[in-house]
């Protein structure tokens, strides 16, 4: 079972702010990484550490975390957000690499 | 730009051993402080982390199947590999590679190449 907790799925009405959550106890010391995986593409990075998107991530896409909590919020989210997002960080011995189990953001 | 590509048999059969190979092109896998990951999508599912492999050779796996599992790495060649042995449906999968920096994650990724075990 995975160390990271998604909700599995989560709606938001086309313009509207939406906030995806991971929970782990990793997550009290390090910071999550977020991925979007549209059907049939490779992942795609999206946000990662304090505050940091990769060039042509558009500024909608910010990250927070809280406690043992990491947020994805999109601002203002459009029809081309509608994918899975996953978070990823360590595990507590710092060695591996560990996935929540996705969320599938639906832009209504 | 860095770019990466699996390659590697579609199928495979059970209790066989799965071998892909990523190829990096815009990198040099022997310089900077990069991670070479696999990480694998079974249909339907989400990402599993495998392991990813150092410029030492140094190498850190999934408990879950590290002893099935073994990366490599040929510097002279710039690519790096999996294998997966005593294969079983259960493995059928998207296999991607992808550099991790160590810290945050991974910025490029391979398409993928989906193996699936079948006899």
């Known amino acids: 079972s995975s160390e990271l907790t998604q909700d599995p799925a989560v709606s938001v009405a086309l313009g509207q702010t939406v906030r995806i959550t991971c929970q782990g106890d990793s997550l009290r010391s390090l910071y999550a990484t977020w991925y979007q995986q549209k059907p049939g593409q490779a992942p795609v990075l999206v946000f990662y550490g304090e505050n940091n998107r990769p060039s042509g991530i558009p500024d909608r896409f910010s990250g927070s975390i809280s406690g043992n909590t990491a947020s994805l919020t999109i601002t203002g989210a459009q029809a081309e957000d509608e994918a899975d997002y996953y978070c990823n960080s360590r595990d507590r011995t710092g060695d591996r690499r560990i996935f929540g189990g996705g969320t599938r953001l639906t832009v209504l | 730009q860095v770019h990466l590509q699996e390659s590697g048999p579609g199928l495979v059969k059970p209790s066989q051993t799965l071998s892909l190979t990523c190829t990096v092109s815009?990198?040099?896998?022997?310089?900077?402080?990069?991670?070479w990951s696999w990480i694998r999508q079974q249909p339907g599912k989400g990402l599993e982390w495998i392991g990813y492999i150092y410029k030492s050779g140094s190498a850190y796996y999934d408990p879950a199947l590290k002893s099935r599992v073994s990366i490599s790495i040929d510097t002279s060649k710039n690519q790096f590999s999996l294998k997966l042995t005593s294969v079983t449906a259960a493995d059928t999968a998207v296999y991607y590679c992808?550099?991790?920096?160590?810290?945050?994650?991974?910025?490029?990724w391979g398409q993928g190449a989906l193996v699936t075990v079948s006899p």
């Open positions: 815009g990198d040099s896998i022997s310089s900077g402080g990069f991670y």
């Open positions: 992808a550099r991790d920096d160590g810290d945050y994650g991974c910025e490029y």
